[in-house]
């Protein structure tokens, strides 16, 4: 099996895309870990039997949780609408094994404050045609890490930064699942500093 924990802090609809999507005889999501107590993400994975933890911005928090997956053998860590910075100690643990979506095409419109609403209101405001969802790995450096898979949607004619989210939204419910359907395969190659998804 291939023990996979998401990190969240709200509404969940990515977590249960990979739930739903995923191929649950070769996935086990056997974590979700939040730092908010109440939020859809957290309720869903109560609902569905999978072990929730939380964690607040102390470094002890984090020292606990990483002692926590280990123990469980975390193959592949996503950041599915995680807005806390993840702490280095976390990133140096887990080399090359977290993994973030975000709503829209890195390297434009990402770094810090760049989260939720914020990201299609830029993304808007800038008169851009195309949009989409990124997933990369996750580094030191806000979205900074290497692009893994990219989808892109066209914005030409919205007429407001909700409409960009929803059609964002559509896309990262099927990329998401499928970048980790293949890194679960090991079809995601790292070479020359670059991702490659094979088939
Ligand atoms: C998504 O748009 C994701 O790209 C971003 O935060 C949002 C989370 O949505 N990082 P949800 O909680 O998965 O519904």
Redesign the pocket.
């Given at each position: 099996m291939f023990n996979v924990a998401v990190f969240?802090?709200?509404?969940?609809?990515?977590?249960?895309?990979l739930f739903e999507k995923v191929r649950k005889d070769q996935i086990n999501i056997c974590a979700v870990i939040s730092d908010k107590k109440n939020?859809?993400?957290v309720e869903f994975a109560q609902q569905n039997s999978i072990t929730v933890f939380f964690v607040d911005s102390n470094v002890e928090s984090y020292s606990l949780l990483i002692k926590e997956l280990l123990k469980l053998s975390i193959d592949l860590i996503v950041?599915?609408?995680?807005?806390k910075k993840i702490p280095d100690e976390l990133v140096d643990a887990f080399e090359n094994k977290i993994i973030?979506?975000?709503?829209a095409l890195l390297p434009s419109f990402g770094g810090k404050g760049m989260?939720?609403m914020n990201?299609h209101k830029a993304v808007f405001e800038s008169s851009a045609k195309w949009s989409g969802?990124t997933v990369h790995f996750v580094n030191k450096i806000y979205d900074e890490g290497l692009i893994i898979a990219q989808r892109v949607v066209d914005i030409s004619n919205v007429s407001s930064p909700d409409e960009i989210?929803q059609k964002?939204?559509n896309v990262?419910h099927e990329l998401l699942p499928f970048v980790v359907q293949k890194i679960s395969e090991s079809k995601v190659v790292l070479k020359n500093n670059r991702v490659y998804v094979v088939d």
């Open positions: 969240v802090s709200g509404r969940g609809s990515n977590l249960r895309s939020c859809g993400a950041l599915a609408g995680f807005l973030n979506i975000h709503p989260y939720g990201v969802a989210a964002v939204l990262e």
